[in-house]
């Protein structure tokens, strides 16, 4: 009784989500099958629903799958899908090797030193993500502090900035505490009794780490690894302000196809493809979730 | 008891901890720089933040930003005590697993799909866009870490407490109200902030769903960074960052102070 | 059994014998299930005025299940629950003049104490100026005067306890339940605490109802105990009762040491039934039928030791010590009367010396008065 009256909160969550979040699928569904034309709004057919039925029926006939179909005939979406899943990818993994030993060196430090790390590692994601972003543009630029740092010591210059080796800093830079905290959640929870007993049994520090630590993080590991290489694979700042011309990556392209190029079918069209790409990391990250939770 | 930390351990956090700082450092030191080059240590300077303030532009986009901020984080934090009751305490009801399923999906859902996909639906809805579709849109974006942060403080508060007052008299609504919500008030504060700061950091959605009028901060520093680096830039950038530093810090340390362990 | 009075205490004080008497709360076929498993099954209950009333099950057997039955926090699948001869199973517990000491106290941590313990006292709309004296009251009758301003976290723990006690008294609730008030407090504070309550309740003339798993808590406070088993009650009476005449062998287990023996009824004799059984024959007190399968059950302080075998064959065991326990006031001793089959024997150790202490692997005889020792035919 008491239950179900508490489940009556959840009515307007519900409805705001409904509208603003599954609906909107529905529209770009819907417009991903439409063709540009030059008008406001620019695409057609748009569904008239004063006009009834028979309305709804031109709108049915209106739509085509012929922006797909361009899709697959410019190389430049595939490129752009392969090097999205590729550095994403590839982002996780660095955030991983790099996020793990943070995490861990966090969860064994003292109580207190250990809640004012974790607190400095939310901090930056409390400052503007575009801010540090630029930041990194005045680092990594030809005539930045990074060359100017290599000169002092008679090397370089390096050439980063506008590669593809300048995203994935820049990525790894702003998606690091979505990978510590996870991993640290898990380490910190970790009875160390079991290492107590895996040493007692004769295990090394370092064999009862691999054997007991690791496995029992891998949930962690998961949750951080997917949180982080969702919305990764649809950035758009980053390979937008690093990457330079030459690194493609979806979000990118959908943002150049609506503002540019005012094609919003395209740009809808790559919608609908990344995400029904990323509909298995997103299950798979709500699994983890929901583990980690109960 | 614990281990204490490794030298390997002690490398590792202070290493990151430094590639997390030294950009933000980099950015405060070059704000004070009178060089325009970043590379030339030209003296201490505060001639930026001079010529900041009379950038009219960038104020309206302080401006804008500051009440979609403050309206969307309070649309988000209400939706989001909402949707924590109804997860921690709605047991079994149906679609449970569906609401919770939509929150971690905005969570993780590139923000170009969702500011698309957000513009289209003011596009069928005949909204013009401006100040309150962003809002709105800032709204749906920050629902899911304003439930997630509400949802773990609701899901270690004490039940009984609750119950206790209802046993003294209190209507079930009435004991969420003056027990409930006072308790886990700091983690309602908390998870108004993060909305805040989310809102106040959007390039994306914002770009997506604003319109003439409604050029937000974040809008405004992306179309100067990309005609390259511009000491103003960094000012402002510092100025928000202490802003938010002083913020969060303060509330740190008065729930230090207040929750001792 | 009725000229003589079970246990060594006498009260005047049992409204439960008054076929007048009307009580104040009364369960009537209470059941309630979570998710088709039972937790309190088909209970009839009978709670009267001014009674302390103690229910004692280990946890798991539906104890606090009961009790959040009469407070409204869980609504029964099946019977009546009566207050005052008013069916209240339809009242949210805001609506009840019942209310509870939660066992972790449950204070509001944002409150200051005195505004805890007013808490009830404003949601029952007390004028203003009558609250703050009937707090001040309430504190210092619970000896918290002066610590109204400070916060739940800068109490100890029995001050905690103190206050959780002075709110839920405050607005005079017609029954006050308490949930393992004392689980949460060390052994020396909790005997303290168990005299103030009584001494409260009966200054007070309230009615308490206390959840326990500890019989010698319920033992110390209760006027009458109602053990628990698997949802069910098993017995209700005053602790003397419970101790010295208990109903079926989970009784005499759950409450104190008991030694039993198997057997069988082999004959009847005024109140005294003769009980054969592997280790010999017994006489006891109690009922069953000739034949009948029945245990005889004798707790070890009832045991006497002898270290010579007393001149009279009834009730006597012939053994060895096994083992001995010396706890100060008590010596107890493990006797093996047969391989593999032990008796316990306490002896109160009234003299600081013995002539000759009894040890391991010495023989000895026990003996038990007939009266001493119980048959149960559950």
């Known amino acids: ?294 | 008891m614990r281990r204490g930390p490794s030298t390997f351990n002690i490398a590792s956090v202070v290493l990151g901890m430094a590639f997390l700082y030294a950009p933000i450092v980099i950015l405060v030191v070059y704000s004070f720089n009178a060089s325009r080059l970043v590379t030339v240590w030209g003296g201490f300077s505060t001639r930026w933040y001079a010529a900041l303030f009379q950038d009219q532009q960038m104020l309206d986009a302080i401006w804008v930003t500051a009440r979609v901020g403050v309206l969307s984080a309070t649309l988000a934090t209400l939706l989001g005590v909402l949707a924590a009751v109804a997860l921690v305490r709605g047991g079994g009801f149906r679609g449970r697993t569906i609401l919770a399923g939509g929150i971690y999906a905005t969570l993780v859902m590139p923000e170009v799909i969702l500011g698309l996909s957000l513009l289209l639906l003011f596009v069928a809805a005949g909204l013009p866009r401006g100040f309150w579709t962003v809002t709105l849109s800032h709204a749906t974006l920050t629902l899911a870490y304003t439930t997630m942060v509400i949802q773990a403080r609701l899901g270690s508060f004490d039940i009984s407490l609750e119950e206790a007052a209802q046993d003294l008299g209190c209507p079930p609504w009435k004991a969420f109200a003056l027990i409930t919500l006072p308790v886990i008030a700091p983690a309602v504060a908390a998870a108004w902030m993060l909305a805040f700061t989310l809102s106040l950091d959007d390039l994306v959605i914002a770009s997506f769903t604003s319109g003439p009028g409604a050029t937000t901060l974040p809008m405004r520093l992306y179309s100067q960074v990309r005609l390259g680096v511009d000491p103003k830039i960094n000012a402002v950038s510092t100025l928000l960052i202490g802003v938010v530093a002083t913020g969060v810090i303060a509330v740190y340390l008065l729930r230090q102070r207040r929750a001792p362990a | 059994m009725a000229s003589r009075q079970i246990g060594a205490i006498r009260s005047t004080f049992a409204p439960w014998e008054d076929p007048a008497a009307k009580p104040l709360v009364r369960f009537e076929g209470v059941s309630k299930a979570f998710a088709d498993t039972p937790a309190v099954k088909g209970v009839d209950l009978e709670i009267y005025e001014r009674e302390f009333f103690a229910l004692l099950g280990p946890s798991g057997c539906g104890k606090t299940t009961l009790m959040r039955l009469l407070a409204g926090f869980e609504s029964p699948d099946a019977g009546r629950m009566l207050l005052e001869g008013r069916d209240i199973g339809a009242d949210p517990p805001h609506r009840r003049p019942v209310h509870m000491m939660f066992q972790a106290y449950a204070l509001f941590p944002h409150l200051s104490v005195a505004q805890n313990v007013a808490f009830g006292l404003r949601r029952q709309g007390v004028a203003k100026a009558e609250i703050g004296p009937r707090v001040e009251e309430m504190l210092a009758m619970v000896k918290l005067e002066g610590l109204g301003k400070r916060r739940p976290d800068q109490l100890s723990g029995g001050q905690r306890q103190r206050v959780a006690l002075a709110r839920a008294l405050a607005p005079r609730p017609r029954i006050l339940l308490l949930d393992e008030p004392m689980a949460a407090l060390d052994r020396k504070l909790r005997e303290e605490t168990q005299f103030e309550l009584m001494a409260l309740q009966q200054r007070l003339g309230m009615t308490f109802m206390i959840v326990t798993h500890d019989q010698d808590e319920a033992m110390v406070v209760a006027d009458r105990i109602a053990v628990m088993r698997a949802g069910e009650i098993v017995q209700v009476g005053r602790p003397a009762e419970v101790y010295e005449a208990p109903a079926d062998r989970y009784v005499a287990g759950f409450i104190g040491d008991v030694n039993l023996f198997e057997g069988r009824v082999a004959a009847t004799e005024g109140p005294l039934i003769r009980l054969v059984t592997e280790d010999g024959a017994f006489d006891a007190e109690g009922s069953g039928a000739v034949g009948e399968r029945a245990w005889l059950a004798v707790r070890p302080e009832k045991i006497a030791v002898h270290a010579e075998p007393p001149a009279d064959p009834r009730n006597r065991l012939a053994g060895t010590i096994l083992d001995y326990g010396y706890l100060g006031d008590w010596t107890t001793y493990v006797v093996e009367i047969a391989p593999g089959r032990t008796v316990r024997a306490a002896r109160a150790n009234a003299t600081r010396t013995v002539e000759r202490p009894l040890g391991c692997d010495d023989p000895v005889w026990l003996t038990f008065a007939p009266s001493s020792a119980v048959v149960l035919t559950r």
């Open chain 1, 1 to 294: 009784m008491k239950r179900s009256r508490s489940g009556l909160a959840a009515i307007l969550p519900f409805l705001w989500l409904a509208v603003f979040f599954a609906f909107p699928f529905l529209l770009v569904g819907k417009l991903s099958l439409s063709h540009t034309v030059l008008a406001i709004p620019p695409y057609a057919p748009q569904l008239h629903l004063s006009q009834g039925l028979p309305g709804f029926r031109t709108f049915l006939a209106g739509l085509s799958g012929e922006t797909y179909a361009r899709l697959t005939q410019d190389r430049l979406y595939l490129d752009a899908y392969l090097s999205s899943l590729r550095i994403a990818g590839l982002a996780a993994g660095l955030l991983l090797l790099i996020g793990y030993p943070i995490a861990y060196g966090i969860a064994r430090c003292p109580p207190k030193a250990r809640q004012a790390l974790v607190m400095a590692v939310i901090l930056p994601f409390w400052t503007s993500f575009l801010i540090r972003i630029y930041a990194w543009i005045a680092i990594l630029k030809p005539a930045g502090v990074l060359n100017a740092a290599l000169g002092l010591v008679g090397l370089g210059p390096v050439e980063i900035l506008n590669t593809e080796t300048a995203v994935l800093i820049g990525l790894v830079y702003a998606y690091l505490p979505f990978m510590v905290l996870p991993l640290y959640a898990v380490l910190d929870r970790e009875d160390e009794s079991l290492i107590e007993a895996a040493q007692d049994l004769g295990a090394t520090p370092l064999s009862a780490f691999w054997r007991v630590t690791f496995p029992l993080s891998l949930p962690g590991a998961a949750a951080g690894a997917l949180l982080c290489f969702i919305p990764m694979a649809g950035e758009f700042v980053i390979p937008d302000l690093l990457g330079g011309s030459e690194t493609l990556m979806l979000g990118r392209v959908i943002w150049t196809e609506f503002f540019a190029n005012r094609d919003w079918p395209a740009a809808s069209a790559v919608a609908i493809v990344l995400l029904a790409t990323l509909v298995v990391p997103i299950v798979l990250f709500e699994r983890e979730q929901a583990k980690v939770l109960s």
